[in-house]
């Protein structure tokens, strides 16, 4: 089976509904995929609830709470896949994050992060739209290269994302304003 995750707030913001929407037509076509979505609650966990009850996949979509350090270190070594169709998302820490564990992402063309990571091979940027998310989403998790895709991200993540990398980031946004 395949393990899908999304990390962060259950916020309308995220979009969570057009996020299970559009697993259900990967869950048709993939009985053994898993949508884990882990994260508080933020006033939407009953209507996801009764969203996934209607949709018929509760055996596939698992809601869970705010998970800390280690244990959602645990849930990004163990996903295949990150989904993230924000509607805003100025940076996109959770994609950052599952880059860095080698984990290929599926981001809204709305995630700040989403150019850089189709650009790097780490993955896709789709339009809000259920069929375009669902048909890459199934390709993503049935593709040979999802690996691939992961040690780009990866890869990415350690040129672009590390500590190192994103104060030598800062400093030339410094230097660039200090000259005006």
């Not at 933020?42 to 509760?58: F, H, P, S, T, V």
């Not at 998310?133 to 040129?159: N, P, Q, Y």
């Amino acid at each position: 089976g395949s393990l899908t995750i999304f990390t962060g707030r259950k916020h309308p913001m995220k979009r969570l509904d057009l996020t299970i929407e559009s697993f259900a037509l990967v869950a048709q076509r993939l009985p053994s995929a898993h949508l884990a979505i882990v994260g508080p609650d933020y006033g939407i966990e009953a209507d996801l609830r009764r969203l996934i009850d209607r949709l018929g996949i509760a055996n596939q979509v698992h809601l869970i709470g705010l998970l800390g350090g280690e244990k959602l270190g645990g849930v990004y070594s163990a996903a295949n896949l990150l989904v993230m169709l924000s509607r805003r998302e100025n940076f996109g820490m959770a994609a950052a994050e599952a880059l860095a564990f080698g984990v290929p992402v599926l981001l809204s063309e709305d995630v700040g992060l989403a150019v850089e990571v189709a650009a790097a091979g780490a993955g896709r940027v789709v339009r809000p739209n259920i069929e375009e998310i669902g048909h890459a989403w199934l390709s993503m998790l049935t593709s040979s290269d999802l690996a691939e895709m992961g040690k780009a991200g990866r890869d990415f993540a350690v040129r672009r994302l590390s500590p190192d990398s994103v104060g030598r980031q800062m400093l030339e946004v410094f230097q660039e304003n200090s000259r005006i």
